[in-house]
């Protein structure tokens, strides 16, 4: 089952595609897709865009892609909406999710909420009809933290974030509907992952515990501690990172040279679609010892590490070592028990 996530002219490109990110880190029915497709901000003379507009450029967007019936769309935009609402759901799969502002209430990133009001506006569509069901249904008490929590302010949608909850009422609601078990097992753990991310973040100087990594069936290395945070590489690089994870000595780079067996069988099992030959003389080039590649991707590994996690922690995550010396990664328990 498709989603389509699409912008407005205001709202960044790289914004979606973190989003999209983020959204894909929980496994099931639903994926998530950025789209090339841009909304004009041009299409509110006032400033701010009246949520039964959006729609009707939502259903364009659809006609014009052909996009299927049963796709959600949703549509991020920076643009304030008329009704100060922070979110619209049309009942027929059209969401819009307002994303300005959020970082007047957490420094750990919009991607988080941005990312949750969509699970939570997926989960209401299948659970109620229609938007009037749904916003009858809606606590106006938006104290409970449970997701159908009507919430006025942005500062409140970060509580429900924080507690991912869903009260015993919407429980049995959800319940009632007979949803296929998948779909609500990705937004549950969407829900909880999303909150451990948040908190990730919020206590990156805190944080002490290291957690385990998985490299899932789809061959996506999965920080499953961390609410699934994802280290996103190319399949070389997820090569050469494996490569090391299975060494408890690490390795010089005359070691790789006498290695290239091993790595070429692990770029074979992240990039099926490449000819053995091709892929050979990828990793050959690589390990040449006169060549700087290695250093560059091991590099672009740690870049990302950093990125994720902070320098803090990436200490025991990273490929670390001199050169000329072994390299290697220093947290044994990621390598010995967890992927
Ligand atoms: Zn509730």
Known sequence: MNVWLVRTEDFNEKSLVKIEELLNAYDGPLTFNSHK?????????????????????????????????????????NTRLTNNFFTHGDGLKNFMIHSADWGLYTNAGNEFPDAYLLYSNILKSFVYENYDMMYSHMHKDSSLGCYMDLCIHKREILLKLRTADICDKCLEHIHAKHIDGRIIGQILDAFEGLRKQLLFRNRLQLETKLSRLEITQKGRFILTDYGNIELKFSPLRKAIYKLFLESKQGYTM??????????????????????????????????????????????????????????????????????????????????????
């Not at 004009?40 to 006609?63: C, L, N, Q, V």
């Not at 490449?274 to 700087?292: A, Y």
């Open 37 to 77: 497709h841009i909304i004009p901000t041009s299409i509110s003379a006032s400033g701010s865009i009246h949520p039964d507009e959006a729609m009707i450029y939502i259903a364009d967007f659809r006609k014009s892609h052909k996009i299927a019936q049963t796709d959600f769309v949703c549509l991020y935009t």
């Open 254 to 339: 005359a070691d790789l040279l006498d290695s290239d067996g091993k790595l070429i069988k692990l770029y074979q099992s992240f990039q099926p679609n490449k000819t053995t030959e091709e892929l050979s003389t990828t990793i050959k080039n690589i390990c040449d010892p006169h060549s700087m590649r290695i250093h560059e991707e091991i590099s672009k590994i740690n870049a990302e590490i950093v990125k994720k996690l902070g320098e803090r922690i990436s200490v025991n995550y990273i490929i670390s070592g001199e050169r000329g010396e072994k390299r290697k990664i220093n947290y044994n328990s990621i390598k010995d028990k967890t992927y």
